[in-house]
């Protein structure tokens, strides 16, 4: 029972990182919730909160936010989701443009000569984020 109350907090405080950053990068919960035909905006709230979601509601989220958001969620299983509708052939310009963003988020974070845990948090987000696309590019 302890186990299962541990792994539940773990996916609530995930759950709550994941929709935190989706509201960041403009996300809205209103029209997230009708994207997982979700009637209550509050049960949102429950489920950041630790309350159990029913497992359609998961799939269904798993697939309306972004990849980068929904790898966060299913991180402890060691999976990463895949678009299914990438490209055949990979991006090779698509690539270079997703790892020089990330090379010059890097440097101009080290700009000012420091980095502090704002920047190291900053970066591992934005390292998700290009390990994700590099992997749909990869495997498409």
């Given at each position: 029972?302890l186990?299962?109350?541990?792994?539940?907090?773990?996916?609530?405080?995930?759950?709550?990182?994941?929709?935190?950053?989706f509201?960041?990068e403009?996300?809205?919960?209103?029209?997230?919730?009708?994207?997982?035909?979700?009637?209550?905006?509050?049960n949102?709230?429950l489920?950041?909160?630790?309350q159990?979601?029913?497992?359609?509601?998961l799939?269904?989220?798993?697939?309306?936010?972004?990849?980068?958001?929904?790898?966060?969620?299913?991180?402890?299983?060691?999976?990463?989701?895949?678009?299914?509708?990438?490209?055949?052939?990979?991006?090779?310009?698509?690539?270079?443009?997703v790892?020089s963003?990330?090379?010059?988020?890097v440097?101009?974070?080290?700009?000012?000569?420091e980095?502090?845990?704002?920047?190291?948090?900053?970066?591992?987000?934005?390292?998700a984020?290009?390990?994700?696309?590099?992997?749909?590019?990869?495997?498409?």
């Amino acid at each position: 029972m302890l186990r299962e109350t541990k792994i539940q907090q773990d996916f609530a405080q995930r759950l709550d990182d994941a929709l935190r950053l989706f509201e960041a990068e403009g996300g809205n919960l209103h029209d997230l919730c009708e994207r997982i035909d979700e009637k209550d905006i509050r049960n949102i709230g429950l489920w950041r909160k630790g309350q159990k979601m029913p497992a359609h509601t998961l799939v269904l989220l798993l697939g309306a936010l972004p990849r980068h958001l929904a790898d966060r969620l299913i991180r402890p299983s060691g999976l990463r989701l895949v678009c299914r509708e990438a490209a055949e052939q990979a991006n090779a310009l698509r690539a270079a443009s997703v790892t020089s963003a990330f090379s010059a988020d890097v440097a101009s974070r080290m700009a000012d000569g420091e980095w502090c845990h704002r920047d190291e948090a900053a970066a591992k987000d934005h390292a998700a984020r290009v390990i994700t696309e590099l992997q749909n590019i990869a495997e498409a």
